[in-house]
């Protein structure tokens, strides 16, 4: 079956705009994340969605950063009013239920000048 | 503070060795602990997933280990090839199925 999908592969967009980043998770899986990835770091974690419940929204960097995931499946995160230390490689993931492996996406490449 | 080390950014070998790759942590309690292969431009595959009352899991050329008591966990690859040449990652899950927290992953170069 298809994988996680994600939304544009690249953007390039100038400081100060909004952009939205698309994922499309796995059909079934509950269990939705973002992480980030700067060159040289590691994945960071930005926002975990669970089913109907409230999402952890406890690694979103600042209020600039949102997120939202409508019917239980698509999800949009929404980075307002770009700064350059926002370039970077922003991947999605999925996992069913009860699962702990996570399915990563190809990740959108971010690069705001 | 709550840290994630993976024990060198990179590591080259030649083919036929066994690659061994180790991941500490310090001031967490992981329920589990995942590791991922990583190729350059895609996201990460899962590999292996080892829980905390486990000692080792294996999969084909694929070994971990889990030391709680050390906080350390070894990751091997034995008969190594080219292919497995990548970037593999550690992930530790503090509450089973919440976000993970990654290392930064340490390339993996296997020479012929």
């Known amino acids: 079956g298809a994988g996680v999908s994600q939304s544009p592969s690249n953007k390039v967009t100038e400081k100060g705009k909004d952009v939205e980043l698309r994922c499309d998770p796995i059909?079934?899986?509950?269990?939705l994340y973002w992480y980030r990835q700067s060159l040289g770091q590691g994945l960071e974690f930005l926002i975990y969605?669970?089913?109907?419940?409230?999402?952890?929204k406890s690694g979103l960097p600042s209020d600039r950063f949102s997120a939202e995931r409508t019917g239980g499946s698509v999800s949009t995160l929404t980075i307002q009013r770009t700064q350059q230390e926002d370039s970077a490689v922003y991947l999605c993931?999925?996992?069913?239920?009860?699962?702990?492996?996570?399915?990563f996406g190809p990740g959108t490449r971010l690069t705001v000048l | 503070s709550q840290k994630i080390e993976q024990n060198s950014e990179a590591l080259n070998i030649q083919e036929g060795k066994t690659a061994t790759l180790t991941c500490n942590y310090t001031?967490?309690?992981?329920?589990?602990l995942q590791w991922y292969r990583q190729d350059p431009g895609r996201g990460p595959v899962f590999l292996l997933l080892?829980?905390?009352?486990?000692k080792e899991k294996r999969k084909e050329r694929l070994k971990v280990t889990f030391d709680t008591t050390l906080k350390q966990s070894l990751f091997h690859i034995t008969a190594s090839q080219p292919a497995d040449s990548a970037t593999y990652l550690c992930?530790?899950?503090?509450?089973?199925?919440?976000?993970?927290?990654f290392g930064k992953g340490t390339t993996l170069s296997v020479s012929s």
């Open positions: 059909s079934g899986h509950t269990a």
């Open positions: 080892i829980r905390e009352n486990e």
């Open positions: 969605f669970q089913g109907n419940s409230a999402p952890d």
């Open positions: 001031n967490y309690s992981p329920a589990y």
């Open positions: 993931a999925s996992s069913q239920s009860g699962q702990y492996e996570q399915f």
């Open positions: 992930a530790l899950d503090i509450q089973a199925g919440t976000a993970l927290i």
